[in-house]
């Protein structure tokens, strides 16, 4: 993965737990189901989700569409 994508740990975990909750890459969760499915696992707070969601999306992991945030296919 170039240096450009490279993602924050913490943040790759929040990835992985979205891409689950959403059923896997290409699919959709609205955002307030998202932040609460990251809040959910104990190891984050709100702050923490947001911030998260923030750095997936500025790196092309994660797009919105409206209030939905999809998570890019992978091929």
Same mark, same amino acid.
């Given at each position: 993965?170039?240096?450009? @994508? #490279?993602?924050?740990?913490?943040?790759?975990? /929040?990835?992985?737990?979205?891409?689950?909750?959403?059923? *896997?890459? *290409?699919?959709?969760?609205? #955002?307030?189901?998202? /932040?609460?499915? /990251?809040?959910?696992?104990? #190891?984050?707070?709100?702050?923490?989700?947001?911030?998260?969601?923030?750095?997936?999306?500025? @790196?092309?992991?994660?797009?919105?569409?409206?209030?939905? !945030? @999809? !998570? %890019?296919? %992978?091929?």
């Amino acid at each position: 993965m170039d240096e450009e @994508r #490279r993602i924050p740990p913490f943040a790759e975990d /929040i990835l992985t737990v979205l891409t689950d909750a959403a059923g *896997g890459t *290409g699919e959709e969760l609205p #955002r307030d189901e998202a /932040i609460e499915v /990251i809040t959910d696992n104990e #190891r984050f707070d709100k702050a923490d989700a947001e911030a998260a969601v923030e750095s997936l999306q500025s @790196r092309g992991y994660v797009y919105y569409v409206g209030e939905y !945030i @999809r !998570i %890019t296919p %992978t091929d």
